[in-house]
């Protein structure tokens, strides 16, 4: 599905008790499985720190979004993340860039694949620079990596110096693949100058939902 128009995309860093986590991953999964009006979803939690956990989600307009939210599927989530979740931040993004494989996805907790959410600031005046070469490599690696299913980019609203991206991998071979990439190191070189800050989170997924092939860049 190629989108014409800006989709919604969001991104929630939740800390909840270790030891609710299984109940968590629980709750999630079922939401998430049966949210018809989501164009991609995915649920992570930091790789030995299981009380770090991120969700993003995507839909394809505003409307397909308060669709979603009026659903009593999203109240009774809500409910049931008061005894579990400790805290909860939501961040909306201005989508940049997304595209996802043209399968579709509906992944539980039980997966061997591996996510990589990245916090990147730019500098001042360096924002088209840096934007041009994300894009380009995400769109590159999509189409040309087997052990690639998605590569997303957003920024904060009203932050546009301020991005995230997830990257589904496969396996952690194919993320290893990856960097060995020409296009990995030649976005590597363009944006050098460009990039201020870095932080990388590795994610073990605990769910994923992708309705597949969807595309978008403004």
């Not at 979803?41 to 991120?54: A, F, I, L, V």
């Not at 997966?111 to 894009?135: C, H, P, R, S």
Request: with cysteine; hydrophobic share 35%; glycine share 4%.
């Amino acid at each position: 599905m190629k989108l014409e128009k800006a989709p919604v995309l969001n991104l929630f860093r939740l800390e909840i008790d270790p030891k609710n986590h299984e109940n968590y991953t629980q709750k999630v999964e079922e939401y998430m499985l049966n949210a018809d009006h989501a164009l991609f979803m995915q649920s992570g939690h930091e790789d030995q720190k299981e009380y770090k956990n991120y969700l993003i989600e995507s839909y394809q307009d505003d409307a397909a979004y308060q669709q979603h939210e009026d659903t009593s599927q999203v109240q009774q989530f809500e409910h049931n993340l008061k005894d579990i979740v400790t805290s909860q931040v939501k961040v909306e993004l201005y989508p940049e860039f997304i595209s996802t494989k043209p399968e579709k996805l509906a992944v539980t907790h039980d997966n061997d694949y591996v996510v990589y959410l990245t916090e990147i600031g730019v500098q001042l005046g360096k924002g088209d620079e840096f934007a041009n070469a994300v894009m380009k490599e995400m769109k590159t690696a999509v189409e040309k990596e087997n052990g690639i299913l998605a590569m997303i980019a957003g920024t904060i609203m009203n932050q546009p110096n301020e991005w995230f991206s997830l990257e589904v991998y496969r396996t952690e071979e194919a993320y290893e693949k990856h960097l060995k990439t020409k296009h990995f190191k030649k976005y590597l070189e363009a944006t050098k100058y460009s990039v201020e800050s870095k932080g990388l989170h590795l994610l073990k997924p605990d769910c994923i939902v992708d309705q597949g092939e969807i595309f978008y860049r403004p």
